[in-house]
């Protein structure tokens, strides 16, 4: 699986869109991107995922790069629950597990 | 159903003893993961079950883990000889293979204090 690169922190002012970059500049074809959250003391939860187009669900957008070398994700109204650990995922189809890195580690700021 | 259910959520041990750990699935899923995680780390994958057959285990940590899945339906992760770097939160998912990506849905964890 690619490796992604993601920044180890970020600000949000509560109620303003969070926008969480991903750098996946070995991504091959038939590969994921996947975004799961962690919020303190409780387990990964998936966001979303997609592999060319922009994708949107009630949680968040996702925009995949037309050359899918880089992504971001999209949380369009901050709240202060959302203070979380941001994982940025490349996996295959097909593939057996997901491998996390350190994430993005966003606080959303009253 | 309520989701993936871990057990214990805290484990503390003194160093030298075993310990196991549960991980109840969503019912409908037929697979099965551990992962391991350290503070300030994303989660490590372990080992991973399709049904009761365990079809990735070589990032096991050492031959002090072993997990079974009896039945395909829960699973146990057990730690012999525990050791203070095995203190960690272990994580268990689960996922339906079958769907072209399939999502991973995550327990809460068992949090492994190794005294």
């Known amino acids: 699986d690619a490796k992604t690169t993601q920044p180890p922190s970020m600000d949000c002012a509560e109620g303003r869109a969070a926008n969480l970059p991903c750098n996946h500049s070995t991504i091959s074809g038939n590969e994921y991107v996947y975004w799961y959250r962690q919020i303190h003391s409780q387990g990964p939860q998936y966001i979303i995922h997609g592999l060319k187009n922009n994708e949107t669900n009630e949680m968040a957008s996702l925009i995949i790069t037309e050359d899918r070398k880089s992504s971001t994700l999209i949380l369009p109204h901050a709240t202060l629950r959302d203070t979380a650990v941001y994982y940025c995922?490349?996996?295959?189809?097909?593939?057996?597990?997901?491998?996390f890195g350190t994430g993005t580690r966003l606080t959303v700021i009253p | 159903d309520t989701g993936v259910s871990q057990n214990p959520r805290h484990k503390i041990t003194k160093r030298g003893q075993n310990v196991t750990f549960r991980c109840d699935p969503i019912?409908?899923?037929?697979?099965l993961y551990w992962y391991r995680q350290t503070l300030g780390q994303g989660p490590e994958f372990l080992t991973y079950f399709q049904n009761e057959a365990q079809l990735e285990k070589s990032r096991l940590l050492s031959d002090r883990f072993s997990a079974e899945r009896p039945k395909g339906s829960f699973s146990t992760l057990e730690i012999q000889r525990t050791e203070q770097g095995d203190s960690a939160m272990y994580l268990c998912?689960?996922?339906?293979?079958?769907?072209?990506?399939?999502?991973?849905?995550f327990g809460s964890g068992t949090q492994l204090s190794v005294l």
């Open positions: 995922i490349v996996r295959g189809s097909g593939a057996n597990n997901l491998f």
């Open positions: 998912a689960s996922s339906y293979q079958g769907h072209t990506n399939e999502k991973l849905f």
């Open positions: 019912s409908e899923h037929n697979r």
